[in-house]
């Protein structure tokens, strides 16, 4: 199952990536950006390194907010006056979410960006920076991707916060 995590924002506020790195550390979270991360070049998979980790990242894509939003009032009073958006994109890893999150932390803090898990109702940036930190601490209990065993995965108990769902 995938997941994805939206950044809306002004196309002339996507960082590069000095910019979004050094927005990474001013925040203190461990998380390095691949060398060669280009935005709006780059699509797919992109690596990072995670508290020393190097087998993590996730999906980034960019495009205008209009190839999503279109009459949906409710997507558009999230979206607002953005006209882009950089979607992040991963799967069953906490590791992997955790480095997504991460980024929609930096891009909302320093650029403005209106976080939306799923399409839902942004969270403020205090509170995605606490998940963020709960996220991490529950990848930091994840084994190696080499090393996890496939097991059947129960239904999510709906009480729990959406990332506690694996």
Known sequence: MSNTQ?????????????????????????????PEFTPFEDSGFSPCVLDGIADVGFEVFYSPASNIVEDDAGLQNIVGDNDFFISMVWRGSMKDCACAMIVSCALAKDFDAVIS??????????????????????????????????????????????????
């Not at 050094?22 to 461990?30: A, E, K, P, V, Y």
């Not at 509170?127 to 129960?154: F, H, S, V, W």
């Open 6 to 34: 939206y950044a809306f924002l002004k196309r002339s506020k996507v960082p590069n990536r000095e910019a979004l790195q050094t927005s990474i550390d001013r925040l203190g979270f461990n998380l390095k950006l691949h």
């Open 117 to 166: 898990y799923e399409l839902n109702a942004p969270e403020p940036l205090e509170t995605l920076i606490q998940n963020t930190k709960a996220i991490i601490n529950d990848a930091a209990k994840e084994m190696p991707r080499g090393q996890r065993q496939q097991t059947a995965t129960p239904l999510p108990n709906r009480s729990k916060p959406w990332w506690r769902f694996w």
